[in-house]
């Protein structure tokens, strides 16, 4: 009897396949911001705080309708003890810079200065936004 011969598979696991996926969906913005490092936090990468801060991080880019391009970091947190979903946006400016724009806490709007605490805790590597630790304007 003939046996069909078998087809060699190629040597790709899920882990490089979602790797690869998420990298094309992310986009080039994306990956632009992922790597940076912020001034306040010279010594991280986002993506370095994300992994340590975040639960399922991800990353995504747009457009939004006045033409200004975006970054979202979106994973979950803990805040006042409970887990909550943070979506942190970057605005995308002309000279290759971004800077912070947004933060929602579970789709709800937020104070920039809440934004701008969760990225300091999470450079600090801190497991929860701290708000009783909310930088004063002074420190901007």
């Not at 069909?4 to 992310?26: A, C, H, Q, S, W």
């Not at 990468?45 to 399922?56: D, H, R």
């Not at 970091?73 to 006042?80: D, M, R, T």
């Not at 805790?121 to 901007?140: A, H």
Request: proline share 3%; glycine share 8%.
């Amino acid at each position: 009897t003939a046996r069909k011969k078998e087809k060699k598979r190629p040597d790709i696991t899920v882990g490089k396949l979602l790797n690869n996926l998420g990298t094309l969906f992310e986009g080039e913005k994306a990956q632009s911001v992922k790597y940076a490092k912020l001034s306040s936090c010279p010594h991280m990468t986002l993506e370095e705080m994300a992994e340590g801060f975040m639960g399922s991080h991800s990353w995504s880019s747009g457009k939004s309708e006045d033409g200004n391009s975006f970054v979202n970091l979106k994973g979950s947190v803990s805040y006042h003890e409970k887990k909550v979903t943070a979506l942190i946006q970057f605005q995308l400016n002309n000279d290759e810079t971004f800077e912070f724009r947004a933060i929602e806490l579970n789709e709800i709007p937020q104070p920039t200065i809440m934004g701008l605490s969760l990225l300091k805790n999470m450079c600090k590597g801190s497991k929860e936004i701290d708000s009783s630790e909310l930088i004063d304007s002074s420190e901007l």
